[in-house]
């Protein structure tokens, strides 16, 4: 398909229509370029996985009056060029959009319209096909509360994929095709606790735990119970360390950052400033882990580099007694957005680069500063 189409300077201090999304992208490039589509407010965006060739996102919309859309991104780091390689109809508002780790075709999506909510597996077309039309694989039934996202495995092919909803986590198993998924079991987090999301433990497939409004739990899903309570309010979203077993972040409406040991429950490593708002989602860089992205409700797009605790003398309640958390653990601020920041997703192809997705449907695509990149050496998991 056609690449976005370039906007001359003096078009660039115009205001944005209600019905535009800008794409920017910053970094390597002196100046950054802005493109613009018609589409609608979005808060949902993933890295393609499984990609080899391309840089790639995916982005889902979210208008309560116009048809959805999920739009297809590619980004060359060598040009910084944006191309929009697909763009597909999507008739529910999408509220969680994640890409299948080992068929980059495939992807699920989160949706809502009114009382009317679920989740289905989507594969888009070969991009030499031509069509402009999703194939729905299959829909996640059973679910009686609000789905809030679903589960890939981390890494490599699966059979299985998880979902949440407010009170209740469901496990599917997947045939070989992708084409079926098939129910294999239903926990409940109790009425008392509304997940907010969640997510799967790299290093052991058995374990997934969930952002509750006061508390993160942990699951064992061969039990499908409840195997640790770390009560902490406010915790909105978690992810786990992708080279360090045991360690995980989680963000929240306190506006800070939080990292954490399962081994150590009650008791955060390090807290980091977070965001002078909400803090809505951090993330992980897949290949280096002292590198976290964050994003919030104050617009802006954050930068840390956090210790990977190795050697960490344990047993310290709070960051003031460690000498470690004196240090300002922000690299830079990025401020392209000029709404909340719902969205954030690090490239699983090129792991320094990433995007953000701002409410009123702006994706800005960015780069670790080089000398930063320059230092980092990869960490071998655990």
Same mark, same amino acid.
């Given at each position: 398909m056609d690449p976005y189409q370039r906007m001359d300077k003096s078009r660039l201090e115009m205001p944005v229509n209600d019905s535009d999304v800008r794409i920017s992208t910053q970094g390597k490039m002196r100046n950054h370029v $802005?493109?613009?589509?018609?589409?609608?407010?979005?808060?949902?965006? #993933?890295?393609?996985?499984?990609?080899?060739?391309?840089?790639?996102?995916?982005?889902? $919309? =979210?208008?309560?009056?116009?048809?959805?859309?999920?739009?297809?991104?590619?980004? #060359? #780091?060598?040009?910084? %060029?944006?191309?929009?390689?697909?763009?597909? @109809?999507?008739?529910? %508002?999408? +509220?969680?959009?994640? #890409?299948?780790?080992?068929?980059?075709?495939?992807?699920?999506?989160?949706?809502?319209? /009114?009382?009317?909510?679920?989740?289905?597996? !989507?594969?888009? @077309?070969?991009?030499?096909?031509?069509?402009?039309?999703?194939?729905?694989?299959?829909? =996640?039934?059973?679910?009686?509360?609000?789905?809030?996202? $679903?589960?890939?495995?981390?890494? /490599?092919?699966?059979?299985?994929?998880?979902?949440? &909803?407010?009170?209740?986590?469901? =496990? !599917?198993?997947?045939?070989?095709?992708?084409?079926?998924?098939?129910?294999?079991?239903?926990?409940?987090?109790?009425?008392?606790?509304?997940?907010?999301?969640?997510? !799967?433990?790299?290093? &052991?497939?058995?374990?997934?735990? $969930?952002?509750?409004?006061?508390? *993160?739990?942990? +699951?064992?899903?061969?039990?499908?119970?409840? *195997?640790?309570?770390?009560?902490?309010a406010h915790v909105r979203d978690i992810d786990f360390n992708p080279k360090k077993q045991h360690i995980f972040v989680t963000a929240g409406d306190d506006s800070k950052i939080h990292i954490w040991d399962q081994r150590m429950p009650g008791m955060f490593l390090l807290e980091v400033p977070g965001h002078s708002h909400w803090t809505w989602q951090a993330r992980y860089n897949p290949k280096y882990a002292e590198l976290l992205l964050s994003c919030g409700t104050d617009s802006a797009v954050n930068l840390w580099q956090v210790e990977p605790f190795e050697g960490l003398e344990y047993g310290k309640k709070s960051p003031d007694d460690s000498p470690r958390a004196q240090l300002d653990p922000l690299i830079q601020s990025y401020n392209g957005h000029e709404d909340s920041v719902y969205g954030i997703a690090w490239s699983s192809r090129e792991p320094w680069i990433f995007a953000s997705l701002s409410y009123d449907g702006r994706v800005v695509i960015e780069s670790v500063p080089q000398p930063i990149s320059k230092m980092m050496k990869p960490l071998t998991g655990e």
């Open positions: $802005t493109y613009a589509t018609t589409v609608m407010q979005a808060r949902s965006i #993933s890295s393609v996985n499984g990609d080899a060739q391309y840089t790639r996102f995916l982005v889902g $919309t =979210l208008s309560a009056r116009e048809e959805n859309e999920v739009h297809l991104i590619r980004f #060359s #780091s060598n040009s910084g %060029e944006v191309t929009c390689d697909g763009l597909y @109809p999507h008739h529910h %508002e999408i +509220w969680n959009l994640a #890409s299948c780790p080992f068929d980059y075709l495939i992807f699920s999506t989160v949706f809502a319209s /009114g009382s009317e909510y679920g989740a289905s597996l !989507w594969k888009m @077309p070969e991009h030499e096909k031509g069509s402009s039309h999703l194939l729905q694989l299959a829909e =996640l039934h059973g679910h009686t509360n609000k789905i809030k996202c $679903t589960l890939w495995w981390p890494s /490599g092919r699966h059979n299985q994929l998880a979902s949440i &909803d407010e009170e209740a986590l469901f =496990l !599917w198993s997947l045939d070989a095709s992708g084409k079926s998924v098939k129910m294999q079991a239903q926990l409940s987090a109790g009425m008392l606790h509304h997940m907010a999301g969640g997510a !799967w433990d790299p290093h &052991d497939i058995n374990i997934v735990a $969930t952002a509750c409004e006061s508390s *993160i739990q942990h +699951w064992d899903l061969r039990s499908m119970k409840q *195997i640790q309570t770390l009560e902490h």
